[in-house]
């Protein structure tokens, strides 16, 4: 039950876009529709941001997007703000009978 | 509004047992899978243990099959992870989670420390 593999860290100015990838196999990313990215604050409970690839939730800013092509999926955070300094974390379905699996984590800086 | 908040968590030894609790309001409890993740201190996110909204499938990551034990009751609108044999890689903040393969909400934690 191997990690998806992530930076450990992207930076940007404000106003920049970023974006931060999640590699997988065809087993997980590849395979599936179903890759969703959380944003953690210090201290704080996981948000998520994106679902079923390119999804946002109600409420999300749509200054966060996603986007998968083969076993990598991506997201974008465009315009960057202060506020969008987080850990941030992919995840992905592997199938029935499974649990899923998440990935390594990237700390995103706002220079 | 969806609310998640988690109960049970403290100092414990290795090998002992704690019940971790989750009491879930402003949903239909009874239509999501449910999930416990958890995340060890400076480490990142894993998934614990998922259960099905009656109760029927649940999955666990190697690490605790056969140690843990995730389960809800519809009635009180609850998910619990009954934890044995608990070892100090178990340390960790344990998370509610709404949701099987996304999670959609969470609570806000409780911490788990397993020493002597």
């Known amino acids: 039950q191997s990690a998806l593999t992530q930076p450990a860290s992207v930076s940007g100015s404000p106003g920049q876009s970023i974006t931060i990838s999640c590699t997988g196999t065809s087993s997980d990313v590849g395979g599936y529709k179903y890759v969703s990215w959380y944003q953690q604050h210090p201290g704080k409970a996981p948000k998520l941001m994106i679902y079923?690839?390119?999804n946002r939730p109600s409420g999300v800013s749509n200054r966060f997007s996603g986007s998968k092509s083969g076993n990598t999926a991506s997201l974008t955070i465009s315009g960057l703000q202060a506020e969008d300094e987080a850990d941030y974390y992919c995840?992905?379905?592997?199938?029935?009978?499974?649990?899923?699996?998440f990935g390594t984590g990237t700390k995103v800086t706002v220079l | 509004e969806v609310q998640l908040v988690e109960s049970g968590g403290g100092l414990v030894q290795p090998g002992g047992s704690l019940r971790l609790s989750c009491a879930a309001s402003g949903f239909t409890f009874t239509n999501d899978w449910m999930s416990w993740v958890r995340q060890a201190p400076g480490k990142g996110l894993e998934w614990v243990a998922n259960?099905?909204?009656?109760?029927?499938?649940?999955y666990y990551v190697d690490s605790v099959k056969g140690r843990f034990t995730i389960s809800r009751d519809n009635a009180k609108n609850s998910l619990y992870l009954q934890m044995n044999s608990l070892r100090a890689d178990d340390t960790a903040v344990y998370y509610c989670?709404?949701?099987?393969?996304?999670?959609?909400?969470w609570g806000q934690g409780t911490l788990v420390t397993v020493s002597s």
């Open positions: 989670a709404r949701g099987g393969t996304t999670a959609s909400y």
């Open positions: 259960i099905k909204p009656d109760g029927s499938e649940k």
């Open positions: 995840s992905s379905y592997r199938g029935s009978s499974t649990l899923g699996v």
């Open positions: 079923d690839v390119s």
